[in-house]
Nanobody, 122 residues
C-alpha cells in the first residue's frame, strides 16, 4: 500500500534546469534509501543517483557535478535537481524507494514511481 508519486518532468533546452520530486505515501515505517533511475528509448534502465537515510549519496559518473539528490525526511520526499542539462539526459526518470513497512518486521521492499519524462532539446 505504498505509493510513489513523481512530478517535475518536462521539456527544457540544453543548459537548463529541472527539479524532479517524488513523494512516498502509505504504509511506511521507515525509508532506508531513495533514488532515481532513467531509461532512454532502446536503452536499459540505469541508476542516476541514490541517497540513504543517513544522507549518503551516490551518483552516476555521467551526472556528477550537474545533478544533486536530496531528501526531506519529514515529507518522505526525494528531489533531483538537474542543472546543465544535456540532450543525452533525455529519458524517462523513475523514482525508487526501499521501504520498511512495519515496525514488527525488518523486511524492506522496493517501490517504484510511475515515471516522468525529461526531454532536453539542443
Amino acid at each position: 500500500q505504498v505509493q510513489l508519486v513523481e512530478s517535475g518532468g518536462g521539456l527544457v533546452q540544453a543548459g537548463g534546469s529541472l527539479r524532479l520530486s517524488c513523494a512516498a505515501s502509505g504504509s511506511i515505517f521507515s525509508i532506508n534509501a531513495m533514488g532515481w533511475y532513467r531509461q532512454a528509448p532502446g536503452e536499459q534502465r540505469e541508476l542516476v543517483a541514490t541517497i540513504t537515510s543517513g544522507a549518503s549519496t551516490d551518483y552516476a559518473d555521467s551526472v556528477k557535478g550537474r545533478f544533486t539528490i536530496s531528501r526531506d525526511a519529514a515529507k518522505n520526499t526525494v528531489y533531483l535537481q538537474m542543472n546543465s542539462l544535456k540532450p543525452e539526459d533525455t529519458a524517462d526518470y523513475y523514482c525508487n524507494a526501499r521501504i520498511r513497512t512495519a515496525s514488527w518486521s525488518l523486511r524492506e521492499y522496493d517501490y517504484w514511481g510511475q515515471g516522468t519524462q525529461v526531454t532536453v532539446s539542443s
